[in-house]
């Protein structure tokens, strides 16, 4: 499919970064002089094809990223993320593994990757302490900006867990965690990094492995679309939105990689809002 040429204003130093106007919606996009931005991802229908993932390096993660617009896109996730409620996917399943331990075994000590700004963490303590559990929440992230934030929030909330700068794909993961965890994340990854990572959080976990993510589907499509139009004004929030759901996985393709990988046994459950939960106990 063709690229679309669009005239923009220079926004950032040197020309490095743009701010074009599509549809009436702003967009930052990194460039030079000829900015050409792929129709895919970019112009909304409900007619994009979903037959396969397409991975994409998405606004958020490119590495000249300005740091206020990044900090913009993640102050947006945080509230997606509370209207989403997203801390109830995980918490049935996080309230189960608590039940089997004693208070010999200490608080489940749980990971997670690609935290981003740290909402979901804070959220998962305030409910166990809620319940009377003991759970601690650490959380690493590829960005410095999203440590800083995660840390920052997490502090204000009194919540116990510690965050700190992590490649997923490239770097080895800490021991000593009973659960690892991710939401949101795989998106980001191609399929050979989500191998890797998967794979790598397989071994380091103790206990169990909860994977979240949207799910790869029409519904999903108009969902991700309408959240991102309706609950933040980020650019980058609004760029990113379908880019995502095009590079994530649908129940069967995530179902396979868990096979695939050895991840044998491990159950999947649909939720709201379109997204699925992935769960595997070491036997």
Excluded at 251 to 279: K, N, Q
Aim: aromatic fraction near 8%.
């Amino acid at each position: 499919m063709d690229a679309i040429p669009f005239k923009y204003h220079c926004i950032g130093h040197q020309s490095a970064q743009a701010l074009i106007t599509f549809e009436n919606t702003p967009i930052l996009f990194s460039g030079g002089e000829d900015v050409r931005i792929n129709w895919i991802g970019k112009r909304f229908t409900m007619f994009q094809d979903l037959s396969q993932r397409v991975p994409a390096l998405e606004e958020m993660d490119r590495e000249d990223i300005p740091k206020n617009a990044l900090e913009g896109a993640l102050k947006s996730l945080i509230r997606m993320n509370s209207v989403g409620n997203c801390a109830a996917i995980f918490w049935p399943e996080l309230r189960k593994l608590l039940q089997q331990r004693t208070d010999a075994n200490g608080p489940l000590r749980v990971l997670d990757v690609g935290c981003g700004a740290g909402d979901l963490t804070w959220r998962l303590e305030a409910r166990a302490q809620r319940e009377g559990y003991s759970l601690v929440v650490d959380g690493c992230d590829l960005s410095p900006v999203a440590i800083s934030m995660a840390t920052s929030l997490n502090e204000k909330q009194g919540a116990a867990g510690t965050f700190f700068v992590m490649d997923a794909v490239n770097d080895e993961i800490p021991e000593g965690y009973d659960v690892i965890l991710s939401s949101l994340f795989f998106h980001h990854l191609d399929n050979e990094e989500g191998r890797i990572v998967l794979r790598k959080i397989a071994d380091r976990a103790g206990t169990a492995v909860l994977l979240s993510d949207m799910i790869r589907s029409r519904l999903g499509l108009g969902l991700v679309y309408l959240a991102t139009r309706t609950l933040s004004r980020s650019p980058v929030v609004h760029a990113d939105g379908v880019t995502s759901l095009l590079a994530a996985y649908t129940t069967t393709e995530i179902v396979a990689l868990a096979e695939e990988l050895g991840l044998h046994g491990a159950t999947l459950m649909r939720r709201w809002p379109e997204r699925f939960l992935m769960t595997w106990q070491r036997a």
